[in-house]
């Protein structure tokens, strides 16, 4: 493919300049931003073929670096953008108060939270860096250490707080997530700073959330105050959904000695629809991604041993808020999974 990061690029930033303009003028911008990533994005997901499944050939992706730093810009600049248009310092309708809410609020949970995972998985400070304040951005800066640490080192295991086992609903387990990963990462960043005598980041975590929150109250009032702390929930149930549909159920087994198998491809679910994974910059080829942390975002690849979602992710995200409709969709197809998987083991 001669220009890999070009479809990453037109899918991410579309909403960008409509949600910039619509915090102002609110009407036909502010209402397309929303249905691009709701209703357009199911659509062309149904619509379109699945991406390459080989991925894009090559290690260095410069371009794909620069989308992510653009990215995570456009993010910085919008978030102020979206607290003032929520809070309704921009005098807009109530109606489109909402939809600046639901306009922001999608951007931030679907593109936001993926270029920021992208970036806390690069090597250059300044990008790794870049990701942390977009995470402590959404005041969940502790993620940052939570999902390298602690996620990808026990994933599949009940180590790992954002582990969902199968029969968990979202609602159990988004609040254990949050507070597990917080106290779980904090020990692990204590025990390291005490090691190295370093600084703990969470101090720019939480100071830096702080710092946030006293700032959007003193500029925009109590309005803002919760413009913005809604905005940063709603970002933040959206990332945790999205590692809910990823590992639900797809437990490694524990063996004779405590220790637990190898994680494996069929230890994520992945969706291999065109539009969101573009949207998400490749969020949705999770089992390669954690075979290979370190690959760039347009050279993850999908495979046939890949554990696959009936439907994209954000529909399937839609699915499970209705628990009892989730556990019939997804049970059996868990059991067949790890089921298959250890048949071939055996084998």
């Known amino acids: 493919m001669r220009f890999p990061v070009l479809p990453f690029a037109l899918a991410s930033l579309v909403p960008v300049p409509l949600l910039a303009y619509g915090a102002f003028a609110g009407g036909a911008a502010l209402w397309a931003a929303v249905i691009y990533a709701s209703f357009l994005a199911f659509a062309l997901d149904e619509i379109l073929p699945s991406g390459r499944a080989e991925g894009a050939t090559g290690t260095e992706f410069p371009t794909a670096k620069a989308l992510s730093v653009v990215l995570a810009l456009g993010h910085l600049a919008l978030v102020p953008l979206g607290v003032m248009a929520v809070a309704g310092v921009t005098e807009l309708s109530t109606p489109e108060r909402v939809g600046a809410f639901f306009g922001f609020g999608l951007y931030f949970g679907q593109v936001s939270n993926s270029n920021a995972h992208e970036l806390i998985h690069r090597s250059n400070r300044h990008l790794f860096g870049l990701g942390k304040w977009v995470y402590t951005s959404m005041l969940y800066g502790h993620h940052t250490t939570a999902h390298r640490l602690l996620h990808h080192a026990h994933v599949a295991t009940p180590l790992d707080p954002n582990f969902p086992p199968k029969g968990r609903s ?98 994520s679910w992945n969706s291999p629809h065109w539009f969101s994974s573009h949207m998400m910059v490749n969020a949705s080829r999770h089992s390669d991604h954690h075979a290979n ?36 969709l997804m049970d059996r197809r868990v059991e067949q999974v790890l089921a298959r998987a250890q048949g071939d083991g055996a084998a």
Not at 203 to 222: N, P, Q, S, T
Not at 293 to 318: D, F, H, K, N, Q
């Open 170 to 267: 979202f609602y159990r387990y988004f609040l254990r997530g949050w507070v597990g990963s917080f106290v779980q990462g904090f020990r692990v960043e204590r025990d390291r700073s005490r090691r190295s005598g370093r600084r703990n980041p969470y101090i720019d975590y939480v100071g830096g959330g702080l710092v946030l929150v006293v700032l959007c109250g003193y500029a925009f009032g109590w309005a803002g105050l919760a413009a913005y702390l809604g905005l940063c929930f709603y970002a933040q149930s959206q990332l945790a959904m999205v590692d809910y549909l990823q590992h639900y159920g797809l437990a490694r087994r524990k063996l004779a000695d405590g220790s637990y198998e190898p994680q494996g491809a069929h230890h």
């Open 293 to 328: 942390p370190g690959r760039i975002y347009p050279a993850l690849r999908l495979s046939g041993e890949m554990p696959v979602l009936p439907y994209s992710l954000p529909a399937m995200g839609i699915v499970a808020l209705i628990p009892p409709m989730w556990f019939r």
